[in-house]
């Protein structure tokens, strides 16, 4: 059998529910970000926005007020009614006075996109209206700034545990600042759980599944003071435990059995990556080793092996690269490998790194220490980097 992984070069040190076929606010504002503001960017911010040298129509698309307040022409938006929207019958090319951009007619499936979006309510980020001349917006992206200023830039430090007047045991420094936010709030930590209780919790906790009644008598008639420890190893030995916590790690690498799209393919060999990542949390591999496979599994000269089969684990790590939607015979073959980069990168920052670079695709970001330069810099190692199969025989 063969894998299909993406060879890559290892890189970096490195809101409410939404109509309109998009599942939650998170995925709306991705939606946004990803599709909607940068052709209204690329296509419109020329003409139609607050740094634009003259605006014409006296319509601005630099934020949804104005969106909604519109131009000569009336409103641009009717939120969650695409078919009412000027803005669609514009970019539709729908009324032959009214078409924009009027240069360059945007693809259908952009056009979509915007019916999409207005359909779900016109989503946009919680920001302030820009200002023409406004010189309180700063004007140049200080990446040094930022990394000294911001929180999670900053060296760690270990904090000073906070003075309780709880007489309970603690046992953790966790538990110090739990219980001074408990006693700053007028609050009493809660009763401990029972045996029966605990159990139950511990086992959905650690696999996902209910205590048997044997588990229950065999716990309840241990008078062992180790009893809890014991059940807990028992637990984390279980094969049942890489299953469960196996599947919270496909839900952060967006894992699925098929490419998605109008026709929906099915990924070959993508159980493999399943099983590994069920393999590895059952193995107890670091945390810093397992980040290393995945993103360039491909690379090690002594890769991790299968401990019976002698095939190679490390590289199979490497398939969460190449799990994003896959369209079928795009116009823009280009534009769709960008679209796949974007996806790559955006499902790799989140899950390693905690930070959304994807943002930085159109614009330095907002808020984090991530410059477009990063970003590029990022689709520069997906780009030189290809898809190969390799042999999950012994040895191989």
Not at 153 to 166: E, I, M, N, S
Not at 331 to 346: F, K, R, W
Not at 366 to 379: G, Q, R
Request: charged share 25%; proline share 7%.
């Amino acid at each position: 059998m063969f894998r299909s992984p993406l060879l890559l070069a290892l890189f970096l040190v490195t809101g409410g529910t939404a109509r309109g076929g998009l599942a939650d606010a998170t995925t709306a504002l991705t939606f946004f970000e990803e599709k909607i503001r940068p052709v209204l960017a690329e296509k419109c911010y020329s003409c139609h926005s607050a740094g634009a040298e003259k605006i014409k129509g006296s319509l601005k698309v630099d934020h949804l007020e104005e969106l909604l307040a519109g131009g000569d022409t009336g409103p641009s938006l009717v939120l969650g009614k695409p078919e009412e929207s000027l803005l669609v019958e514009a970019i539709a090319y729908e009324n032959r006075d009214l078409q924009m951009p009027p240069k360059e007619r945007l693809a259908p499936a952009v056009v979509a996109d915007f019916r999409k979006w207005i359909a779900a309510g016109a989503p946009w980020p919680d920001e302030p209206v820009p200002v023409a001349g406004d010189q309180s917006l700063p004007e140049v992206f200080d990446l040094e700034k930022r990394r000294r200023e911001h929180w999670s830039w900053r060296p760690l430090a270990v904090p000073t545990d906070p003075a309780l007047t709880f007489e309970g045991p603690v046992r953790s420094p966790v538990d110090h600042f739990i219980l001074a936010r408990l006693e700053a709030a007028g609050l009493s930590p809660a009763e401990e759980a029972d045996d029966r209780t605990w159990l139950r919790r511990v086992h959905f906790d650690l696999t996902g599944l209910p205590p048997s009644r044997e588990d229950i008598h065999r716990f309840l008639d241990d008078a062992s003071p180790q009893r809890r420890a014991v059940v807990v190893d028992g637990l984390l030995a279980s094969p049942h435990f890489g299953e469960k916590w196996a599947r919270h790690w496909m839900d952060l690498v967006r894992y699925a059995e098929t490419c998605g799209h109008e026709f929906n393919y099915p990924i070959d060999h993508v159980f493999e990556y399943r099983d590994y990542l069920i393999r590895a949390f059952n193995a107890d591999v670091p945390f810093d080793l397992f980040a290393k496979e995945h993103i360039a599994g491909d690379l090690f000269a002594t890769p991790r092996r299968h401990p019976r089969e002698d095939f190679n684990e490390s590289v199979l790590g490497t398939g969460f690269w190449y799990l994003h939607e896959a369209t079928h015979g795009p116009t823009d073959v280009l534009a769709d490998e960008a679209d796949h980069q974007a996806n790559q990168i955006d499902v790799y920052s989140k899950a390693f790194l905690g930070l959304t670079v994807s943002c930085a695709r159109c614009h330095d970001h907002k808020f984090d220490a991530i410059s477009t330069a990063d970003y590029y810099a990022l689709t520069g190692y997906l780009h030189s980097s290809v898809r190969t199969e390799r042999s999950m025989d012994p040895g191989g």
